[in-house]
């Protein structure tokens, strides 16, 4: 026996509202898609601040090596984000390509 039991309906009025809006599964699950486009926004965010800090620091060490795995690194966070926005995904991995996917997904609300 455990000494919490986690109650199976809210108490208070507020969250019994709040309780019945977010119980349905198709609402949970389209609470899960935000965070993972969110938690997806997030880390692309990441990779593309490292990708200026590489390009604009002359003096960092294996600076080559670096841009082009932190590139293949944004590469496949964008499929990823094509797939869960469900944009065709670049067909090769060039300025052009990056281009027209990033501009469909801040077309569809993507902000990174």
């Known amino acids: 026996m455990s000494l919490y039991q986690a109650p199976t309906t809210p108490r208070s009025r507020g969250l019994t509202r709040l309780w019945n809006r977010f119980a349905h599964r198709t609402d949970l699950d389209a609470l899960a898609a935000l965070d993972r486009q969110l938690r997806l926004e997030g880390r692309l965010g990441a990779v593309a601040a490292l990708l200026r800090r590489i390009e604009n620091d002359e003096r960092m060490f294996a600076r080559g090596q670096r841009f082009i795995a932190t590139k293949d690194a944004y590469d496949a966070l964008l499929a990823d984000a094509c797939r869960l926005a469900e944009v065709p995904p670049a ?13 469909e997904l801040s077309s569809l609300g993507w902000s990174w």
């Open 91 to 103: 067909r090769a991995c060039t300025e052009d390509e990056r281009l027209r996917v990033e501009l």
